[in-house]
């Protein structure tokens, strides 16, 4: 398999430009996750899916981003309007449904998509 | 909630040398405990996870990990380091909804 795919790898944009980032998951896969990780703040959980459905999207900062997963295979972050304070590397991550609630499973990561908002 | 902490940003060791990254829990009930390494410009992979048995959890690329419930502990480690090691390491404990709940993270130096 070829693990998690995203794209773009990276992205420079300018403020007020609309950013989309995009990942397929692994086939098979049940969830899929999508993270921010900034020097300041960590890892951050945005928004997760179950079965292509949003579960938990209470992490997503704010209504410039949305998330979308139209089928089993594709997922899109999108910004807009983007802003300097977006900068930050966005992860993707699916995994299988966990044998129980509190095992949940090893998390298949992408590459990564690095956004700059300059 | 439950929640990991890694009492350490850095830590620097000589190749060759044993390597330890820290991390303590909070959790409610059984620990399900998850260590993720982060190579420089690529994403998280797992390492190991403690479901339950053995204290001493063996994981990928000769890492271990040891479960400690008296100090509530669930430290990585490596009998000797190489300087390919060096990256950032996480440890990690479920919430009550399944999502992974990281640490800040832990960043390793191996030097040669």
């Known amino acids: 398999d070829a693990g998690v795919i995203q794209s773009p790898r990276h992205e420079v944009t300018e403020m007020g430009q609309e950013v989309t980032l995009r990942c397929k998951p692994i086939?098979?896969?049940?969830?899929l996750f999508w993270y921010r990780q900034t020097m300041m703040r960590g890892l951050e959980l945005l928004i997760y899916f179950n079965n292509n459905v949003p579960i938990d999207d209470s992490g997503m900062p704010e209504d410039r981003f949305s998330a979308k997963m139209p089928n089993a295979s594709f997922s899109t972050l999108k910004i807009q309007p983007s802003e300097p304070r977006d900068s930050a590397v966005y992860f993707c991550a699916s995994r299988l449904l966990p044998a129980g609630i509190a095992d949940t499973g090893e998390l298949f990561f992408g590459e990564g998509s690095r956004l700059t908002v300059l | 909630a439950q929640s990991v902490a890694q009492p350490e940003d850095q830590v620097n060791v000589a190749e060759g040398n044993p390597l330890t990254v820290k991390c303590t829990y909070s959790?409610?009930?059984?620990?399900?405990l998850f260590w993720y390494v982060q190579y420089p410009n690529r994403g998280l992979q797992f390492l190991l996870k403690y479901i339950t048995g053995d204290n001493l959890v063996k994981g990928s690329y000769g890492f271990e990990a040891e479960f400690n419930k008296s100090q509530t502990s669930f430290h990585l480690k490596k009998p000797s380091a190489l300087v390919s090691d060096s990256a950032l390491y996480f440890c990690a404990v479920p919430d009550s909804w399944g999502k992974l709940q990281f640490g800040a993270g832990t960043q390793v130096v191996v030097t040669p």
């Open positions: 086939s098979g896969h049940d969830y």
């Open positions: 959790v409610s009930g059984n620990p399900y």
